[in-house]
């Protein structure tokens, strides 16, 4: 009997394919949530947008002797270009019909789609100014076959720590439902605009922004221990014991905003 061996583990993008597979991952994630108005459908399979230049790509992959497998996509978008924006640009170069988007008009996705952009703009002003890297985190999928096996925790608390002790940010912003807002408030995160009473390009959505200083306490000495991990070995484990049932490696990949 042959045993075979396999790791979850959180990381960057390492090479055009992985990029490739994230895109496709959040491409049909979106497609299938209802946050499909924010995508276009088209046959390719994936999309860009005129973010994805300045973004930092993660995922969640599900790594053996000879394959790996995408299960997870999330993204960190600052103010000029990231470390993968070669591989974006390689990746439009090789998928003809893949529509090559306009320019931003504005650093961050959530001042273009949210009814309140001033006061967002507002708020991060501040931290701007005074020379603090601010990043909007988004774009988070999760496949169907890991939504309840343990894994929600694990992968926002690693691209916490990713966004902070590899991006190097110091504030994260980010929009999200108005029923996740709990989630985030146990590390800190600051509701700055009312996902009820907000018009997300007709979707509604709550912002909220965490300062790195401002991380609650109880979270704080986790999210840096997995950020030494990120910064000495680019890459953070899922430990096993957090992990309900098994992954099955060749499972079809339907999937779904998480």
């Known amino acids: ?81 990231s470390r993968h924006a070669h591989m974006v640009s390689q990746l439009v170069a090789r998928n003809d019909g893949i529509e090559i988007p306009e320019p931003a ?62 991006v190097n940010a110091d504030v994260i912003s980010l929009a999200c439902h108005p029923n996740h807002t709990a989630i985030y408030r146990r590390y800190g995160f600051e509701i700055i605009i009312d996902g009820r009473k907000n018009d997300y390009n007709g979707l509604k959505a709550s912002v909220v922004t965490l300062a790195k200083k401002d991380l609650h306490p109880r979270r704080a000495e986790g999210i840096k221990s997995m950020g030494d991990i990120m910064q000495k070995t680019g890459a953070i484990l899922l430990p096993s014991t957090q992990v309900k049932t098994p992954v099955r490696a060749q499972k079809s990949t339907q999937l779904q905003l998480a």
């Open 1 to 81: 009997m042959s045993i075979h061996y396999h790791n979850y583990v959180f990381r960057e993008a390492r090479t055009f394919s992985e990029l490739e597979s994230l895109f496709r991952l959040r491409y049909e994630g979106y497609l299938e949530s209802s946050c499909a108005s924010l995508v276009k459908v088209n046959p390719l399979g994936m999309e860009v947008d005129a973010f994805d230049w300045n973004s930092v790509h993660f995922g969640l992959f599900l790594e053996g002797r000879t394959y790996t497998k995408a299960l997870a996509y999330s993204r960190v978008t600052q103010d000029q270009p």
């Open 105 to 166: 008009p504005a650093s961050y996705p959530m001042l273009i789609s949210c009814g309140q952009q001033e006061e967002i703009e507002n708020h991060l002003l501040p931290f701007r100014e005074s020379g603090k890297k601010v990043v909007e985190a988004g774009r988070l999928v999760l496949a169907p076959e890991i939504r309840q096996r343990g894994f929600h925790k694990f992968f926002i608390e690693a691209s916490m720590a990713s966004t902070f002790y590899r």
